[in-house]
RNA sequence: UCCAGCGUAGCUCAGUGGUAGAGCGGUCGGCUGUUAACCGAUUGGUCGUAGGUUCGAAUCCUACCGCUGGAGCCA
């Protein structure tokens, strides 16, 4: 009886400009109503934001089964799509057969309106299945895509750095160990201790040294107890390195890709980001418009300290050259004074890792944050110290042997140029743009400081 | 890890020492080309967990767990 028919996306069935018939869906009850003589169907298969109306008459051969379908229940759709007769959408398909695929009972957790992220982050499982996180995730596939495709277009080369690394000291806090046994390292899989990396980056500053740009995107782990909105233990981490490249090249750079991915998911995913304007935040759209639209700006640390120190705010914590700007400082910067991305470079030695090169004034690094509006650090970064004897001071200074770094030394050795790089947090840039303010929330299922379900 | 707040029905919440509540959802019935439909009825609870105070604890105290906001660390 049933000829075989290939599934229309909902997507592409909304976006059609002339009836289709026969149509096949599939997809998962959003929702459903009764009428007179037939019943109301909001089919959704994740394809995009909006649902498609089904209208199943009562003389459908399961039609008593088919009104005891409830939200969540999968379903298989033969119909015609025609011009809808009622008000709200253009299309609705006309069923000629549906066949009910999983039941859901009424224990089924998501209901038609109103959930909390907070509630809907115990049910990993089932919310991608609600508008917002459908939205979400789909916006995350496509950031992932433009990153790729940004990178590709300028001629730089992926690579794929260890996960597993035996660099114990990145400078980027506490690592998960790496074992199949409990004490002597010697022994063990890898013969030597060994943790799931924190940065690609020394290994990434290798094959600049060679292939000129590449870029590594990939999971990072970092085992800090932290527990805040912008931390996680698992995430994921873009980290351009470039050869014959100073600083300012860097901050060029952070601040073309930033743009750019802006522009690409506004262009590609309308629907979503209207939503996040409708329901997650309300000045989304202007604000990333904004920092599309306007250059980032650019100051010093020193620059930033006086600013601070003028601007008459009364901050909790003190301002002073050689300390750390706090969250505060940075958010005065970004959110109050220039209402805008903000590049700060230039930071006191002490204060940043051993790999960042040494300003000619001996007491700065190469080194840049790049702030936004609402997150704080999204981009972090340097123009990488290519200088062997400087190097191998610094790591003095940082209470490192150089003898641990060899390889890592002979990037100088030989044929060593000036080289700049920085890690963008993927989730971070997910939350700048999308709106949504909790870093669990854009990953599908997030690993926490004492979590990790699913 | 530190500081503050919160934890009551499937969900969102009210209840601040004396019989466990509402709205939504679910279920049943009605109405209806509906749109978070509407109307009526009904269902629904180890009040986060474990101790303690009290004649009596959702309510007061202690510890733990979880969540939220802020801080530190950073992406």
Same mark, same amino acid.
């Given at each position: 009886?049933?000829?075989?028919?290939?599934?229309?996306?909902?997507?592409?069935?909304?976006?059609?400009?002339?009836?289709?018939?026969?149509?096949?869906?599939?997809?998962?009850?959003?929702?459903?109503?009764?009428?007179?003589? =037939?019943?109301?169907?909001?089919?959704?298969?994740?394809?995009?934001?909006?649902?498609?109306?089904?209208?199943?008459?009562?003389?459908?051969?399961?039609?008593?089964?088919?009104?005891?379908?409830?939200?969540?229940?999968? /379903?298989?759709?033969? !119909?015609? $799509?025609?011009?809808?007769?009622?008000? !709200?959408?253009?299309?609705?398909?006309?069923?000629?057969?549906?066949?009910?695929?999983?039941?859901?009972?009424?224990?089924?957790?998501?209901?038609?309106?109103?959930?909390?992220?907070?509630?809907?982050?115990?049910? #990993?499982?089932?919310?991608?299945?609600?508008?917002?996180?459908?939205?979400?995730?789909? &916006?995350?596939?496509?950031? #992932?895509?433009?990153?790729?495709? =940004?990178?590709?277009?300028?001629?730089?080369?992926?690579?794929?750095?260890? /996960?597993?690394?035996?660099?114990?000291?990145? !400078?980027?806090?506490?690592?998960?160990?790496?074992?199949?046994?409990?004490?002597?390292?010697?022994?063990?899989?890898?013969?030597?201790?060994?943790?799931? %990396?924190?940065?690609?980056?020394?290994?990434?500053?290798?094959?600049?040294?060679?292939?000129?740009?590449?870029?590594?995107?990939?999971?990072?782990?970092?085992?800090?107890?932290?527990?805040?909105?912008?931390?996680?233990?698992?995430?994921?981490?873009?980290?351009?390195?470039?050869?014959?490249?100073?600083?300012?090249?860097?901050?060029?750079?952070?601040?073309?890709?930033?743009?750019? $991915?802006?522009?690409?998911?506004?262009?590609?995913?309308?629907?979503?980001? @209207?939503? =996040?304007?409708?329901? +997650?935040?309300?000045?989304?759209?202007?604000? $990333?418009?904004? +920092? &599309?639209?306007?250059?980032?700006?650019?100051?010093?640390?020193?620059?930033?300290?006086? $600013?601070?120190?003028?601007?008459? @705010?009364?901050?909790?914590?003190?301002?002073?050259?050689?300390?750390?700007?706090?969250?505060?400082?940075?958010?005065?910067? %970004?959110?109050?004074?220039?209402?805008?991305? +903000?590049? &700060?470079?230039?930071?006191?030695?002490? /204060?940043?890792?051993?790999?960042?090169?040494?300003?000619?004034?001996?007491?700065?690094?190469?080194?840049?944050?790049?702030?936004?509006?609402?997150?704080?650090?999204?981009? !972090?970064?340097?123009?990488?110290?290519?200088?062997?004897?400087?190097?191998?001071?610094?790591?003095?200074?940082?209470?490192?042997?150089?003898?641990?770094?060899?390889?890592?030394?002979?990037?100088?050795?030989?044929?060593?140029?000036?080289?700049?790089?920085?890690?963008?947090?993927?989730?971070?840039?997910?939350?700048? /743009?999308?709106?949504?303010?909790?870093?669990?929330?854009?990953?599908?299922?997030?690993?926490?400081?004492?979590?990790?379900? =699913?």
């Amino acid at each position: 009886m049933d000829e075989p028919l290939s599934p229309t996306p909902i997507k592409g069935a909304l976006q059609s400009t002339i009836p289709i018939e026969p149509i096949q869906l599939q997809g998962w009850v959003r929702t459903r109503r009764d009428s007179k003589d =037939f019943s109301f169907i909001e089919l959704n298969d994740g394809s995009c934001l909006r649902n498609l109306q089904i209208i199943a008459k009562n003389t459908l051969p399961n039609y008593a089964a088919l009104q005891r379908l409830t939200t969540g229940a999968s /379903i298989s759709v033969r !119909g015609a $799509l025609v011009a809808s007769q009622g008000k !709200g959408q253009k299309w609705e398909v006309v069923a000629d057969k549906i066949d009910i695929v999983g039941g859901a009972d009424d224990t089924y957790p998501l209901q038609k309106k109103g959930h909390t992220p907070e509630f809907l982050r115990e049910i #990993a499982h089932l919310r991608p299945r609600s508008n917002l996180f459908g939205c979400v995730f789909r &916006v995350r596939s496509r950031l #992932a895509f433009a990153i790729h495709q =940004f990178f590709q277009e300028r001629g730089f080369v992926y690579v794929h750095t260890p /996960i597993v690394t035996g660099s114990d000291c990145e !400078g980027a806090g506490e690592l998960f160990r790496v074992t199949t046994i409990d004490c002597d390292y010697t022994k063990d899989f890898f013969a030597r201790q060994t943790y799931l %990396t924190v940065s690609g980056q020394l290994e990434a500053e290798a094959f600049a040294l060679a292939l000129s740009r590449v870029y590594t995107f990939g999971p990072t782990f970092r085992a800090e107890n932290s527990n805040t909105s912008r931390h996680a233990s698992e995430f994921w981490m873009i980290e351009p390195e470039m050869a014959f490249c100073d600083l300012n090249g860097n901050m060029d750079l952070a601040e073309e890709i930033v743009k750019y $991915l802006i522009t690409d998911v506004r262009k590609c995913c309308p629907e979503e980001m @209207e939503l =996040f304007a409708k329901f +997650v935040d309300k000045e989304l759209l202007a604000r $990333l418009d904004f +920092v &599309v639209e306007r250059a980032f700006q650019r100051i010093s640390y020193s620059d930033a300290v006086d $600013l601070l120190r003028k601007s008459g @705010e009364k901050f909790e914590f003190p301002i002073d050259y050689g300390l750390n700007l706090q969250s505060e400082h940075e958010r005065w910067l %970004t959110e109050k004074h220039f209402k805008c991305p +903000v590049t &700060v470079f230039d930071y006191p030695k002490e /204060i940043k890792p051993f790999y960042m090169r040494l300003n000619d004034d001996g007491k700065t690094v190469a080194a840049i944050d790049l702030l936004v509006p609402g997150i704080g650090e999204i981009v !972090g970064g340097s123009q990488r110290e290519e200088r062997l004897d400087m190097l191998e001071e610094n790591m003095r200074g940082h209470k490192m042997d150089p003898a641990d770094y060899k390889w890592y030394l002979d990037l100088r050795r030989y044929g060593t140029v000036p080289h700049s790089g920085f890690g963008l947090g993927f989730e971070r840039m997910l939350m700048f /743009i999308t709106g949504v303010s909790n870093i669990r929330d854009v990953i599908p299922f997030a690993r926490t400081p004492g979590s990790a379900e =699913f």
